[in-house]
């Protein structure tokens, strides 16, 4: 009797091990923002853009990802393939006519080689620690703001938005790479690979963008999440001032206050405690410039040049049909290239507003601060706190530039457009 009953207790502490360890092992693979990823890395693996695989940590028994060297090997290869495409992609170069499309032909070629060759040495290899110091630093933000069930149902909605930008893009963009492998006209086999290569080239870097403003995306909620709390406050103190309730904040250790059926924490310590999430955002987006900014430097490069490329041989194909006297019908074929510069017009506007809404929701939190503390009541270490955080937000400004070169703002946008625009109207003149 006694050995049945020690071995039943010792049956239910196996099973209590197993399911701690279970759930141990659940926990720590909702915990962390890359979970919500993990489609876009899966896909950006094959384009050798993250050399990481997840495996089981021995130890802990949660999966994480690491840098292995096959995946390192994969980026290197795929590197070497940009590489060469891009020497033999100047001796197959096609052109109509060899007067006026060859060197705007050559620096769209230039453009889009060295727009995925970047992309691959620095992303990969140079700088490939940089994204798991970024996926780390967003989840320490999210043990902070969110509850496991509100990081589980954030994640999974993360992870549907992916896979839905993901397959849109891809209804998009593949079946126009496919008429255009098509359609282009080819003289040999070497012809025909190095097509496809920098069809392959050029997909790498849209994951890339695709990568890049996911993550702006994520910092803009994270934000937004951060400057719920002083919206709050700010609402509760006007409440509690309209219905004769005075010093809310005025103990600074205060846990929690309890008013118009809302319960939320004031206090020293939790101010601090949104200077240290502030300062963990600020890093992040630090890194997050240091990671992308040249590759997003290139691909703006490769966008101007696409838009100068695809008008130039636009304005020379109408000008073409009016002078060989072709019917309107003719003129269509001349509308593509100009709708295509449109389409890379707006890429550049939706990369350059993530920005932007980026940028404003972290200046808004200044501007809350200050709202805050000209409340009257308040306790000194209170108002003490809220002024470190008001030096803080203004030392720390955020903005998300192309390796230095120039902000990815909205005025950034203004100049690209104009530069185009006058460029346009300059070779329509000369035609």
């Not at 695709?210 to 709050?232: A, E, G, M, S």
């Not at 130039?312 to 309107?328: D, H, L, N, R």
Request: hydrophobic share 45%; glycine share 4%; charged share 15%.
């Amino acid at each position: 009797m006694c050995d049945h009953i020690s071995c039943i207790s010792t049956l239910k502490s196996t099973n209590f091990l197993i399911n701690s360890h279970i759930a141990h092992y659940m926990m720590a693979a909702v915990d962390k923002i890359d979970t919500a990823l993990q489609p876009l890395l899966y896909l950006c693996k094959i384009f050798g853009l993250s050399p990481f695989s997840y495996t089981d940590d021995k130890q802990t028994g949660a999966t994480k990802l690491m840098s292995l060297p096959s995946d390192v090997f994969w980026c290197v290869a795929v590197f070497i393939c940009y590489l060469t495409n891009f020497a033999l992609s100047m001796c197959v170069l096609y052109h109509h006519d060899p007067v006026k499309l060859f060197v705007v032909s050559v620096m769209y070629k230039i453009s889009s080689n060295l727009s995925c060759t970047t992309v691959v040495s620095l992303l990969s290899t140079f700088k490939r620690r940089n994204l798991l110091q970024i996926l780390v630093l967003i989840s320490e933000v999210d043990q902070v703001l969110y509850k496991d069930a509100e990081r589980q149902m954030l994640y999974k909605k993360t992870r549907t938005i992916i896979v839905r930008i993901l397959v849109i893009i891809s209804l998009l963009l593949v079946p126009l790479h496919i008429c255009y492998y098509y359609f282009y006209p080819k003289t040999n086999f070497m012809a025909y690979y190095v097509l496809l290569i920098e069809i392959f080239g050029n997909l790498s870097v849209i994951l890339m963008v695709i990568q890049f403003t996911t993550i702006v995306l994520i910092l803009r909620q994270r934000y937004k999440h951060v400057n719920k709390w002083f919206d709050c406050h700010s609402d509760l103190w006007r409440e509690g001032t309209k219905s004769g309730v005075k010093n809310i904040l005025l103990l600074a250790d205060m846990k929690s206050c309890i008013l118009s059926n809302h319960t939320t924490k004031y206090g020293r310590h939790q101010i601090l405690e949104q200077r240290q999430i502030y300062s963990t955002l600020h890093d992040t987006v630090h890194l997050v410039n240091s990671y992308f900014g040249v590759p997003v430097l290139m691909f703006m490069f490769w966008m101007f040049m696409s838009v100068v490329h695809l008008s130039y041989v636009g304005v020379w194909m109408i000008a073409t049909a009016i002078k060989e006297g072709q019917e309107p019908e003719e003129y269509l074929w001349a509308a593509l290239p100009l709708i295509w510069c449109v389409l890379c017009v707006t890429v550049v506007f939706l990369i350059v507003l993530s920005c932007q809404t980026t940028t404003e929701e972290c200046n808004k939190a200044q501007i809350l601060v200050e709202k805050l503390m000209l409340r009257s009541g308040l306790g000194y270490e209170t108002v003490n706190e809220l002024r470190f955080l008001s030096l803080q937000l203004n030392n720390m400004k955020v903005s998300f530039s192309a390796g230095g070169f120039f902000t990815l703002d909205l005025p950034f946008v203004h100049s690209f457009v104009a530069v185009i625009c006058t460029y346009v109207v300059i070779q329509a003149q000369f035609q």
